[in-house]
């Protein structure tokens, strides 16, 4: 029995689920990673086949956020460049790097996520107008040339960190899950080049889980702008705290 008649939509499926989160809080790829591994990926090759599903699932979130009039460009555009220097070191590192002390301290990040998150102590400061004088804009800076040095390195669990450095600024959730799309698409761009030039790449599997993972990002806007910050409040406070446990217990 050829493998690809129940990988493509085995991947295809959990790619739903994962654009959904991925858009929604973070994590998918904590769902697709392992799975693209149990295929028989090497831990490599399966990083750089799920950069294929988050590039093409950020096509379709950008423009689901832009249609709805909820991606603020200006900054977006102030977060990416940064981003986009650290993905390129990330990526080369994450070519024969072992990740298992990452997922460790990711786990311990997602916690710190999940508490910041529900206790969520900028909720009074938050409003729609924010302004980023010379001092916030340089920690914009500082904190998502980390953020891309994570996300090229690994890509697992890089929104939870998108939503902390953005939530300490008073923004609401729904605006953050627009930036994270679209600084996520710009820094994979670079990333993905960066394995496809190494060779770490399956097509086959990338595309069905692509597919999925599109389908999921043109869902997840929808139910960001319907429900709101409330409610993506508690997807994230969930999902953090189930992927914490899963990285902490089996890793």
């Known amino acids: 029995m050829d493998p690809y008649l129940w990988q493509l939509p085995l991947l295809f499926a959990v790619g739903v689920i994962a654009g959904i989160l991925n858009v929604l809080a973070g994590g998918g790829s904590l769902l697709t990673l392992p799975l693209l591994i149990f295929m028989g990926l090497p831990g490599a090759m399966a990083n750089g086949t799920n950069r294929i599903a988050i590039f093409c699932q950020n096509i379709f979130a950008i423009r689901g956020f832009r249609k709805r009039g909820m ?65 916030r804009k340089l920690i914009l800076v500082i904190s998502f040339f980390g953020v891309g040095v994570y996300g090229g390195f690994v890509q697992a669990g890089v929104g939870f960190l998108v939503i902390t450095a953005l939530l300490v600024h008073g923004l609401d959730l729904v605006r953050i899950n627009a930036v994270k799309v679209f600084v996520i698409f710009t820094y994979t761009f670079i990333a993905l080049g960066v394995f496809i030039y190494h060779d770490q790449v399956n097509w086959a599997l990338g595309l069905a889980l692509a597919a999925g993972n599109s389908v999921g990002g043109v869902i997840g806007p929808r139910l960001a702008v319907a429900r709101g910050h409330d409610w993506i409040k508690k997807v994230v406070t969930v999902t953090v705290l189930v992927f914490a446990l899963k990285l902490l217990l089996f890793p």
């Open 71 to 135: 991606l603020p460009l200006q900054l977006a555009l102030l977060c990416t460049p940064p981003a986009l220097l650290g993905s390129w070191f990330g990526a080369n590192l994450a070519i024969s790097l072992d990740d298992q002390l990452f997922k460790r301290i990711l786990a311990l990040i997602m916690i710190g996520v999940m508490v910041f998150t529900a206790l969520d102590p900028m909720k009074r400061f938050r409003r729609e107008d924010v302004v980023f004088g010379p001092l």
